[in-house]
């Protein structure tokens, strides 16, 4: 069968001197992995587009048995230069699709998780601030996609709000599957501390239209600390099977 999709590249492998394996997440088909016969020389038409990062069109000889189908064809639709220009872009990137690449598998199609990975990017290219509010909304959202979404506006053990219950000012904790208010999370020596003010925040990413609005919200150095660790601590548990990913090392050296 041959396909022809749209795909995000999210890795590539050196195969031979002249060949290469590519990762693509498809947007009809899911992730598939691609050898990419003489993608390595320059001469072939190809050569360009396989990079990861790069939203290209690909043509797919597929055979459903087969581990590694063949790449018949590859353009470029958009590429991110922008993203390799600071750090912090770098790291969002990366994240965006390692985290893609351990949470998926092979030929399950999840539109709206491509189409969230590539407002991620187009609006990390445009982004002149703020990129690791980027990452936080879609992560959050990609939870979502995924079926983890954390329960953000009541609690996860009584069902209450989170304003009202428990004595004012007292911490929230996160759960793997949401927070716990004041009163229940007093009880519970699990799942992180979470501030409402910060719990407020990512209820605010989990709902904006689009990532490029995430760029929007205001957080404090100390907020988005919290929130890069909630997250992360999610991300872990439910979608790279506890694995840290490569972009935390750039991360902490970013904070450090
Ligand atoms: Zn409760």
């Known amino acids: 069968m041959i396909l022809t999709t749209e795909a995000l590249v999210l890795r590539t492998l050196k195969y031979s001197e002249s060949s290469l394996i590519a990762t693509l997440f498809t947007r009809d088909h899911g992730k598939i992995s691609v050898l990419a016969k003489g993608a390595r ?6 050569s360009a587009a396989i990079e990861a990062m790069n939203h290209v069109r690909a043509v797919i000889y597929h055979k459903p048995q087969r581990e590694l189908q063949l790449l018949t064809q590859c353009d470029l639709v958009g590429r991110y230069p922008a993203v390799a220009e600071d750090l912090t872009r770098m790291a969002v990137g990366m994240a965006a699709v390692e985290i893609l690449h351990l949470a998926t598998e092979h030929d399950e199609p999840h539109p709206e998780v491509f189409d969230l990975a590539i407002d991620l990017f187009k609006t ?15 992560e959050v959202r990609l939870l979502g996609l995924l079926g983890f979404k954390p329960s953000l506006q009541q609690c ?17 904790r996160l759960t793997a599957n949401g927070v716990l208010c004041g009163n229940c999370g007093e009880s519970s020596e699990t799942g992180l501390l979470l501030s409402r003010a910060s719990c407020a925040a990512l209820a605010s990413f989990q709902n904006v239209g689009g990532i490029a609005s995430a760029l929007r919200i205001v957080l404090s150095p100390e907020m988005s ?29 970013i904070q450090s």
């Open 41 to 46: 020389r320059k001469s072939r038409p190809f």
């Open 124 to 138: 990390l290219q445009n982004a002149t601030q703020r990129y690791p509010n980027a990452l936080y909304a879609y």
């Open 156 to 172: 996860v053990s009584c069902h209450g709000g989170l304003d009202t219950s428990g004595p004012a000012g007292r911490t929230l």
């Open 225 to 253: 600390r919290e929130l890069h660790n909630a997250l992360q601590h999610l991300v872990q548990v439910h979608l790279t099977g506890m694995r840290q990913l490569k972009s935390e090392q750039i991360f902490s050296r």
